[in-house]
């Protein structure tokens, strides 16, 4: 079961975390928990180790520690008064050991990867302290590990890590027999590499640790707490009407969470596919709500588009030029540019006449990609680059739309009819996604009008 930031958030909500986790402990099953950070905190964390590393004044360290430590005893001091002297102490050696590695970076004014990834997985070493500790208070044996000694090992890839597959036997020597009699409760996001360096795995990642632990541990299912129901047809904070989706395939929900829907993380999914493990959300906030599966099983007769998401913070780039024409190579070459000075391409789209190369990327790798491509504009293979912060890449979603004409042209003449100007248009050869751009400005009514147009709102007896 993992919990994330806001269901961790303060004392109220770990009081429900810990309800949850009685109810289910007396119901005889065996649980092993996956925290995030208390939600705001990992933020914090980030923005700390950058102030600390470029503020030329004096960085306000003390302070952050002091808030920090003043947010984390008030959550204790309410949820295990009874322990507040021994683990309040253990939260104290953490903190010191965080102002003085923020210290450290404010003196060499140098902040290396691994010293981030290091300083900001303490969030999550923090939070599940307290919801050890919370459960202990229930009378339910707990203990707190932190991911590295629960067996995570990971790339040194830091702040993206992906988990190695040597993780598996690890997790389970060392999480499974501790199940039996205690509820171990995990830090999500980090991880460390096989030389022990701690990394994290991605904003949200703690997603993506609970499914690894799920499948090292062979659980029957994987459960993600969250403050929605479920998953839902769209952003709830962007339009109207969204609703719960009682069913979604594995494939279906990785390529919602990887446009957008932040209640899965992408790389989530599929340690739970490899070992056929049931996903569910869940809302803490709302237990009793069935929350949404997600299995192999694809229901996709009826109702063929499931749900419409976004990715903002991205920009399209265009690569242009007739000196691309019949040219082979050229794609490699940009492809590999951007590669290798580590820009994400999210989507690509090629003309047939191949005088145009289009991709999406991350709004903040845009400086690294146009300063890579101006390259190949001065060797005169292309003619020019030209990108577009303002724009918003929308997915429409649904394992039924493979096979199925007609979905595009509906797709299309909607938002054609809306008036909303599609800049962009890429698709899968898997057929589970539609994707396209749409300015920044356009974007919640694009998701709105597509949202309509395959009545995502009713509910569909085939779900
Ligand atoms: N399609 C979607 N279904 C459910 N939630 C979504 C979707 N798209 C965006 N969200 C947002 O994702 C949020 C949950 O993700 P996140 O804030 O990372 O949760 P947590 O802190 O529990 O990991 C929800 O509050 C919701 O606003
Ligand atoms: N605390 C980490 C990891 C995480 O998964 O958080 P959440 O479950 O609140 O999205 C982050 O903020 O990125």
């Not at 996903?279 to 949404?292: A, C, E, L, Q, S």
């Not at 589970?432 to 919640?444: A, T």
Request: a negative charge; proline letters at 3%.
């Amino acid at each position: 079961m993992k919990y994330g930031g806001t269901s961790v958030g303060d004392a109220e909500s770990i009081a429900r975390v810990v309800d949850i986790l009685a109810r289910y402990h007396a119901e005889g099953h065996e649980l092993a928990v996956v925290v995030s950070a208390m939600s705001g905190v990992t933020d914090r964390l980030h923005a700390i180790a950058a102030e600390a590393e470029s503020s030329v004044e004096e960085p306000q360290i003390a302070a952050f520690i002091q808030a920090l430590r003043a947010k984390h005893m008030k959550a204790l001091e309410a949820v295990a008064p009874s322990q507040v002297e021994m683990v309040g102490a253990v939260i104290d050696e953490r903190l010191w050991k965080l102002e003085h590695i923020l210290t450290a970076v404010h003196a060499l004014h140098e902040l290396t990867r691994r010293s981030k990834d290091y300083i900001v997985s303490y969030g999550e070493r923090l939070s599940s302290m307290i919801v050890s500790a919370a459960l202990r208070e229930r009378g339910i044996q707990s203990v707190a590990l932190d991911g590295c000694e629960a067996g995570l090992l990971t790339t040194d890839r830091h702040g993206d890590a992906l988990v190695l597959p040597s993780s598996d036997a690890r997790i389970n020597s060392r999480v499974l027999p501790l199940l039996m009699d205690t509820v171990p409760v995990i830090t999500g996001y980090m991880g460390c590499t096989p030389e022990g360096i701690v990394t994290t795995l991605g904003r949200s990642g703690s997603d993506y640790s609970a499914a690894v632990i799920g499948r090292g541990i062979d659980a029957d299912e994987v459960w993600i707490w969250t403050d929605v129901d479920g998953v839902l047809t769209s952003d709830p904070r962007a339009i109207r009407n969204v609703r719960v989706l009682p069913y979604v395939s594995y494939r279906e929900a990785m390529e919602l969470s990887y446009f957008g829907a932040k209640v899965l993380h992408p790389k989530s999914i599929e340690p739970a596919m490899e070992k056929n493990i049931i996903v569910r959300v869940k809302n803490t906030f709302n237990p009793d709500h069935p929350g949404t599966v997600v299995r192999r099983q694809e229901n996709k007769e009826k109702r063929v588009v499931k749900a419409v998401t976004h990715i903002d913070r991205v920009a399209l780039v265009n690569v242009n030029g007739v000196q691309m024409v019949g040219r082979p190579g050229t794609a490699k070459e940009i492809f590999s540019l951007l590669g290798d000075a580590g820009v994400n391409v999210m989507m690509i789209s090629q003309a047939s006449s191949q005088a145009n190369i289009s991709m999406i990327i991350e709004e903040a790798d845009l400086a690294v990609a146009k300063d890579v491509l101006s390259g190949p504009v001065k060797a005169g293979l292309v003619r020019e680059v030209t990108a577009d912060r303002n724009v918003v890449a929308v997915a429409v979603v649904g394992a039924g739309m493979a096979g199925t004409p007609g979905i595009s042209g509906r797709i299309f003449t909607a938002l054609g009819h809306a008036g909303i100007n599609v800049m962009m248009i890429s698709q899968g050869s898997s057929e589970v996604n539609v994707s396209f751009v749409v300015k920044q400005e356009e974007h919640h009514q694009a998701l709105q009008v597509l949202h309509d147009e395959f009545r995502l709102s009713e509910e569909c007896d085939d779900e």
